[in-house]
């Protein structure tokens, strides 16, 4: 079976610019979260989407957006790239938001901005 | 807020040996879920160990366990016999029960654990 998969693996922008992360959620699993890894830390909670709804959201600020399809895949948006926003975008899927139902996480999208 | 707290930037220990990673947490909830992550330099989050906070019994996975101190606000991690493979990233994380998970995870800065041959 499939994992959670994400496209790109890797890309490179420029300060200013905007960009769109794609992630695919585990067949049947309908919650997709996003989490932000700045190079030697955790990651951190950007969004939860269920059922296409945003249920939770990070201290991130409002260039950062998403939305989830009635497939439940999921789009993450940054606009207007700063150089802070580089850092490994992971996307994670469970069933369902219920707390402490098991997180499984994607490989990531490498975001280097320049 | 909660926070989460892994004070061992760095460890290492011979293959076969046993090692403990540390980690404390802060919250005023009293229900929540406790996570030990593994992040190899693959860089995919894998779980290791899941806890909940009204469980008094300690978890375990095979050779991975944890010791669990509600009342310390602490949540180690226990490898036995460890191996070669075991090399990687150790994340702790925290969930709160309360709003059905919708504040997401809040992970510690981690631990990188080596394993020597």
């Known amino acids: 079976d499939a994992g959670v998969t994400q496209s790109p693996t890797h890309l490179i922008k420029t300060r200013g610019q905007h960009v769109t992360l794609r992630c695919s959620p585990i067949?049947?699993?309908?919650?997709v979260s996003w989490y932000q890894q700045v190079l030697g830390q955790g990651p951190q909670f950007i969004f939860q989407y269920y059922e296409k709804e945003e249920r939770g959201r990070g201290n991130f600020p409002d260039r950062f957006s998403a939305r989830q399809f009635p497939n439940y895949s999921s789009e993450l948006n940054v606009n207007a790239l700063l150089l802070g926003d580089s850092a490994l975008y992971l996307c994670a899927s469970s069933s369902d938001p219920t707390s402490g139902n098991t997180i499984y996480f994607g490989e990531g999208s490498w975001l280097t901005v320049v | 807020a909660q926070t989460v707290t892994q004070s061992q930037p760095e460890m290492s220990v011979q293959e076969a040996e046993t090692v403990t990673l540390s980690c404390t947490y802060d919250?005023?909830?009293?229900?929540?879920?406790l996570f030990w992550y593994k992040q190899p330099p693959s860089r995919q989050m894998i779980l290791v160990i899941r806890q909940e906070a009204y469980k008094q019994q300690n978890a375990t996975e095979n050779r991975f366990s944890v010791n669990f101190q509600k009342a310390a606000k602490s949540f180690s991690l226990k490898i036995s016999d460890s191996q070669l493979g075991d090399t990687a990233m150790y994340f702790c994380a925290f969930m709160t029960d309360s709003g059905g998970g919708a504040d997401g995870l809040t992970f510690g800065k981690g631990t990188h654990l080596i394993i020597q041959p």
């Open positions: 067949s049947g699993h309908k919650s």
């Open positions: 919250t005023s909830e009293n229900n929540y879920y």
